[in-house]
């Protein structure tokens, strides 16, 4: 069977890409509300939210972070080029 000679680029930048723009969109979201709160004189309970935010925020990041290691290992090992032949 021909290989094929139409290479494609890898598809690692639109993983990095997409990746680096949720995680700016998701840093902006969290650090706009905690500055918005911080503006004003916080009460503890304001503090808690703070930092159920961050925290979510946080998980958010550390998710994207880690299915962008995955989706890199994902392309390096060929599996773009697997899914190509069905």
Excluded: H
Excluded at 40 to 67: K, Q, R, T
């Amino acid at each position: 069977m021909p290989k094929n000679t139409d290479q494609r680029p890898s598809g690692a930048w639109a993983a990095v890409l997409a990746a680096a723009g949720t995680v700016l969109v998701v840093v902006l979201f969290v650090g706009s509300l905690l500055w918005t709160m911080v503006e004003e004189d916080p009460l503890p309970a304001v503090i808690g939210i703070m930092a159920v935010y961050a925290l979510f925020g946080a998980a958010v990041v550390i998710g994207v972070i880690c299915a962008l290691v995955q989706r890199l290992r994902e392309i390096k090992g060929g599996e773009e080029e697997d899914a190509r032949k069905y």
